[in-house]
């Protein structure tokens, strides 16, 4: 059995059992990175962890055993009352091809833990010249091998979905209550998990006619989630509302202010380009690893 095929069931099993990656491992007396791995089909259980995650499922469901973990994806949802149905964050891609598809759910599986997170994003104003507007942002791994988005400051909250193809991150989201929507691609980070990404954000101003505008943006990774998503779902409102959307003076580096004012390039008018060779995105450093 592959470990990526393995990954998928072990996926569709907690699903079905309502059950979280951490009360997995407490129920099997191993270490939760030990499940992630396996739900993230980066490895397979030993014999003896695979044993005793079958008889932990046979006290669930009636007559499984280990010839199930032999079925493919699909009978395997059946056998547990589940659908594989593509929904969620896939399935707001559906319009995309779906050979791209795939690599969004491949990238999902193999490195939406490097983005997990909360993050905060910085701006350019664009009322206030030399001044910057922050954003909270939830970034969290969904079930279905997609990536969920939110986005909140002050009154709007946006909602949607991201994806990793190839070393960026894309994302989409909505406000429904505003009808609006945003749009970000990011330099990702290729094997590190991600602790600052850079990239350009393209939405609308709120101006009578919803301006077109397109920004320069950097996110720094500003907390963890867990496996309670309704309290993470908290956690979020609450930085959004303890958050100041303008920026302190002087609160906002002089080289990340150096970096969203350099967007323009003259010698090819019209165009904003954050050339990746450039990017401030960057992954875990020994200072973050120690806190």
């Known amino acids: 059995m592959r470990p990526d095929s393995f990954g998928e069931k072990l996926r569709i099993l907690l699903k079905a059992l309502v059950l979280s990656r951490t009360g997995l491992a407490s129920s099997l007396n191993v270490d939760k990175s030990l499940v992630g791995r396996w739900a993230a089909g980066t490895v397979i259980p030993s014999e003896h962890n695979l044993a005793n995650l079958t008889r932990f499922v046979a006290t669930r469901v009636d007559g499984f055993n280990m010839l199930d973990w032999d079925?493919?994806?699909?009978?395997?949802?059946?056998?547990?009352?589940?659908?594989t149905a593509v929904a969620g964050p896939i399935g707001a891609f559906g319009w995309l091809p779906s050979s791209i598809q795939e690599e969004a759910r491949r990238g999902a599986r193999q490195?939406?833990?490097?983005?997990?997170?909360?993050?905060?994003?910085t701006r350019a104003s664009s009322d206030l010249p030399g001044r910057f507007l922050c954003d909270i942002v939830q970034i969290r791994s969904g079930p279905e091998d997609g990536i969920r988005f939110r986005s909140g400051i002050e009154g709007v909250?946006?909602?949607?979905?991201?994806?990793?193809?190839?070393?960026?991150?894309?994302?989409?989201?909505?406000?429904a209550e505003h009808g609006t929507v945003i749009f970000g691609i990011f330099s990702g980070v290729a094997r590190q998990r991600a602790q600052v990404i850079e990239g350009l954000s393209l939405g609308t101003l709120r101006d009578a006619g919803g301006s077109p505008m397109a920004s320069a943006c950097v996110m720094a990774r500003i907390g963890e989630l867990s496996d309670d998503p309704e309290e993470d779902d908290r956690r979020f409102e609450a930085a959004v509302s303890t958050l100041t959307p303008l920026a302190p003076e002087g609160s906002v580096s002089q080289e990340v202010q150096d970096r969203l004012a350099r967007t323009q390039t003259p010698a090819i008018p019209g165009y904003l380009r954050l050339l990746f060779a450039h990017s401030l995105s960057r992954g875990a450093v020994l200072e973050d690893d120690a806190s």
């Open 157 to 175: 909250r946006y909602e949607g979905v991201a994806a990793i193809l190839q070393h960026q991150l894309f994302y989409f989201g909505a406000d």
């Open 71 to 83: 079925r493919s994806s699909a009978e395997f949802a059946t056998a547990l009352g589940v659908s």
């Open 111 to 121: 490195r939406g833990w490097a983005y997990e997170g909360l993050w905060q994003s």
